[in-house]
């Protein structure tokens, strides 16, 4: 069964899971929209963005400058450890897909997912 991303009821702490999401990109710059686009598989309420954003930039783990956000770096998740593939009847939280395997990240705030196999990629910035 998947989650609205629009409804971050279910999810103990939006804000925390967002910041770990940005400090875990591997892409070393993206446009504002792609680092929203990444957000919004959390949460699409504008004040949970903003503070998920401010928070991120406040631990240092992205610098804005105008539409441009740049990753600190250095923590990417490992394919192997902290991101697991289940088999089910799940939809990508990304893009809305029926997908049969599921790729959920984990990190500290909880499991994040699940996503298809091309959007765990564009999720964790690795396109």
Same mark, same amino acid.
């Given at each position: 069964? /998947? @989650?609205?991303?629009?409804?971050?009821?279910d999810i103990e702490d939006p804000v925390?899971?967002?910041?770990?999401? $940005?400090? @875990? $990109?591997?892409?070393? *710059?993206? !446009?504002? !929209?792609?680092?929203?686009?990444? %957000?919004?598989?959390?949460?699409?309420?504008?004040?949970? &963005? @903003? =503070?998920?954003?401010?928070?991120?930039?406040?631990?240092?783990? %992205?610098?804005?400058?105008? *539409?441009?956000?740049? &990753? =600190?770096?250095?923590?990417? $998740? /490992?394919?192997? /450890? *902290?991101?697991?593939?289940? #088999?089910?009847?799940? *939809?990508?939280? @990304?893009?809305?897909?029926?997908? /049969?395997?599921?790729?959920?990240?984990? $990190?500290?705030?909880? #499991?994040?997912?699940?996503?298809?196999?091309?959007?765990?990629?564009k999720v964790t910035g690795r396109e």
């Amino acid at each position: 069964m /998947s @989650r609205d991303a629009s409804d971050d009821g279910d999810i103990e702490d939006p804000v925390e899971l967002g910041v770990q999401l $940005l400090a @875990r $990109l591997e892409a070393p *710059e993206l !446009p504002l !929209p792609a680092v929203i686009d990444r %957000i919004e598989t959390i949460t699409t309420h504008p004040e949970t &963005t @903003r =503070a998920i954003l401010e928070a991120a930039e406040r631990r240092g783990h %992205i610098s804005r400058d105008g *539409e441009t956000v740049t &990753t =600190a770096g250095g923590q990417f $998740l /490992s394919f192997e /450890s *902290e991101v697991v593939t289940k #088999e089910g009847d799940f *939809e990508c939280q @990304r893009c809305g897909a029926s997908i /049969s395997t599921g790729y959920f990240m984990q $990190l500290e705030a909880g #499991e994040h997912g699940p996503f298809g196999s091309s959007c765990i990629k564009k999720v964790t910035g690795r396109e």
